[in-house]
């Protein structure tokens, strides 16, 4: 019998998100950021076949800088596998994909990952910068402003509008968050919502915003994709 896959997808982003709330009841955040990531990672290797061995978590640097401690690392193909038990310290030359996972991004964090990006790509400008937030601690609008969005209230729809862009590094950013956000009210004084979450995709200078999940597929494209640009 054949799956819908769509409804493949809604499972599995339904699953990351009852996983992450499953372990909010262990008051430790060491070990909830742990079984977070480790999730994430157990997911994306049974969902894509010949990423297993080259899925890490450590420390990656660029000659003499530093870019420190990430969540999920694609090694590139045919690059020898470094780690030392369950972390690994690698050079962003053997790197095709960085991933940040977030369980409540701050804005400025997702500043500073932007930044960080920028200086990733100078020398590998391939690699596929990611975050990975379950929630974000601030408005999705401002998030998506940072964009190049902004909303129109009057047709209650996010329209392109560089004037606040500030994001241009960022291969794609996930928004796992099913609650919804109010925005202003409209003509009847009932409050405009829309999802939180969403999936923005950077295409050459603009990003493409998916506002509708599930949103899964697109992290498992974009980590296919990145597998096929840095071979």
């Not at 742990?34 to 640097?61: M, P, Q, T, W």
């Not at 940040?100 to 391939?126: C, G, H, Y």
């Not at 950013?173 to 202003?184: K, M, P, Q, R």
């Not at 999802?195 to 915003?209: A, Q």
């Amino acid at each position: 019998m054949m799956i819908n896959m769509a409804y493949l997808y809604e499972y599995i982003d339904d699953l990351l998100r009852l996983q992450s709330r499953a372990v909010e009841k262990y008051n430790h955040k060491g070990v909830l950021g742990d079984a977070r990531e480790e999730f994430v990672h157990s997911e994306i290797k049974s969902r894509i076949d010949n990423l297993a061995n080259r899925l890490h978590k450590g420390e990656v640097y660029f000659k003499d800088e530093e870019f420190g401690q990430h969540d999920i690392i694609l090694r590139k193909r045919n690059t020898l596998n470094s780690s030392l038990g369950r972390q690994i310290r690698i050079s962003s030359e053997e790197c095709a994909a960085i991933i940040e996972v977030k369980t409540n991004a701050k804005l400025t964090e997702i500043r500073d990952f932007e930044e960080k990006s920028k200086r990733l790509k100078q020398s590998m400008p391939n690699l596929i910068c990611g975050m990975f937030c379950y929630k974000i601690n601030g408005k999705t609008s401002t998030v998506l402003e940072r964009s190049g969005f902004k909303f129109d209230h009057e047709y209650q729809l996010f329209e392109r509008d560089s004037s606040k862009k500030t994001y241009a590094n960022i291969d794609f950013i996930l928004c796992l968050d099913d609650d919804v956000e109010v925005n202003g009210t409209a003509h009847m004084k009932a409050d405009i919502t829309y999802s939180k979450g969403f999936f923005l995709k950077k295409e050459h200078d603009e990003y493409e915003l998916f506002h509708s999940a599930p949103f899964s597929k697109m992290l498992f494209q974009e980590l296919m994709r990145a597998d096929e640009l840095n071979v």
